[in-house]
């Protein structure tokens, strides 16, 4: 799935355009919670539940391998972290990490991806679950129901009943000439049966899912038989898959992923969806809300200020306002920046938190909202060794539009 050099050529181009930028200098805004993960750790995600906020992450093993490990947040003070699964079967890939969800029933169930065979890159997503907060977990077998060897992943979650539906991208059809698609299942005590929801997306950018009043939201990147790359949106209904047209096309034309999914986030009928594009030669992130659960959007906001190398996370604050994150290219390297926007396309200005690389390393930085704060995760590929940091902020931190 993860066609990379395609990839790292736009953040080449990006680069090359950024070169006559002022150095940035990130904010000092927040407070860094300090995670115990080792150097070089990497694959963060941030998940808020109702038993507090969990960071998983995947850590080498000195023999190599990796750990995926999760700890819950206390106070400001990470918890003892649990090991889920350790080996050299893991897959530590910088675009597809491993998260955890929380069910409607309260237990925790952890996704990372696993070496299919004892080569080559085909991989199956492999599932844990936990029913005492993250002390112990115990396997669930795989989601994608094939024993094919191909590559599977990039999953998203969200709360069905008493368990949890998942949505990926999958690539049984590839070894007979198909394309990846785009697949469900339900997942409680058990991995039920999936179905395919889209027969031809993009490979490898990262899906985003999100429940509504109406249901829930889908979005991901799909690719027509012309090799257009946008933006698009689907609503779960609990029995069938409906296709919706979501914010204004923009014909992106593109012959190989550019690692880059979009990002949800509602409340209610209000919905926000955050995505990247580089149609007319414009790299751009935009952002756009709907008050009808999805079924129309408003007009897209432009929301990056320049120089943007995507990889976005998204909330939507009590306020009706949301906040975006995305990398942009800076001098010496890339800023996780950080914006506030109302529904009426008004912003603050861009608040860069952080500095990273702009390679693979980098990783996508994640976002969490609990308790009226917004947590931040992400990887220091700019020191030696790489470190996994944490910082939490209060919205107001962030320039008021």
């Given at each position: 799935?993860?066609?990379?050099?395609?990839?790292?050529?736009?953040?080449?181009?990006?680069?090359?355009?950024?070169?006559?930028?002022?150095?940035?200098?990130?904010s000092e805004s927040g407070f860094e919670l300090v995670p115990e993960a080792a150097p070089g750790s990497l694959g963060?995600?941030?998940?808020a539940t109702r038993q507090?906020?969990?960071?998983?992450?995947?850590?080498?093993?000195?023999?190599?391998?990796?750990?995926l490990r999760a700890s819950r947040l206390e106070g400001r003070r990470w918890l003892p972290a649990s090991t889920i699964v350790s080996g050299p079967q893991l897959i530590a890939n910088w675009a597809d990490f491993p998260a955890i969800a929380e069910a409607g029933d309260g237990s925790l169930v952890a996704h990372w991806l696993e070496r299919i065979g004892s080569a080559g890159f085909d991989y199956g997503i492999s599932l844990a679950r936990s029913t005492d907060g993250g002390k112990s977990w115990q396997p669930l077998g795989r989601l994608n129901d094939d024993a094919v060897s191909?590559?599977?992943?990039?999953?998203?979650?969200v709360q069905e009943g008493s368990g949890l539906r998942a949505f990926w991208l999958d690539g049984r059809e590839q070894p007979r000439g198909g394309a990846t698609t785009l697949r469900t299942a339900r997942v409680g005590s058990r991995v039920e049966p999936s179905q395919w929801l889209d027969e031809r997306v993009c490979d490898c950018c990262q899906t985003s899912a999100t429940l509504t009043d109406a249901g829930t939201l889908v979005a991901y990147r799909d690719r027509s038989a012309q090799e257009i790359r946008d933006l698009a949106l689907g609503r779960w209904t609990g029995a069938s898959f409906l296709s919706l047209a979501g914010p204004p096309a923009d014909r992106w034309k593109i012959t190989a992923c550019p690692?880059?999914?979009?990002?949800?986030?509602?409340?209610?009928?209000?919905?926000?969806?955050?995505?990247?594009?580089a149609s007319q030669e414009k790299p751009r992130v935009s952002l756009a809300f709907s008050t009808d659960a999805g079924t129309t959007f408003g007009a897209p906001i432009e929301v990056d200020g320049g120089r943007p190398l995507g990889r976005l996370g998204l909330l939507l604050l009590d306020s009706g306002e949301a906040v975006v994150s995305w990398l942009a290219a800076v001098e010496g390297g890339a800023a996780v920046q950080l914006r506030r926007v109302r529904p009426d396309g008004r912003s603050g200005a861009a608040l860069a938190v952080a500095r990273t690389g702009t390679g693979r390393a980098g990783g996508v930085p994640r976002m969490a909202l609990l308790a009226d704060k917004i947590y931040l995760a992400w990887v220091d590929s700019a020191s030696q060794p790489q470190r996994l940091r944490v910082r939490e902020l209060a919205p107001t931190e962030l320039p008021a539009p």
């Open positions: 799935m993860l066609h990379l050099p395609l990839a790292l050529g736009l953040t080449s181009l990006l680069l090359a355009g950024a070169s006559g930028a002022a150095p940035l200098s990130p963060a995600s941030l998940t507090g906020l969990f960071l998983s992450y995947l850590e080498p093993l000195p023999q190599g391998g990796h750990a191909a590559e599977h992943g990039f999953v998203s979650w690692v880059n999914g979009p990002a949800l986030a509602a409340r209610g009928k209000q919905v926000a969806v955050a995505w990247y594009t």
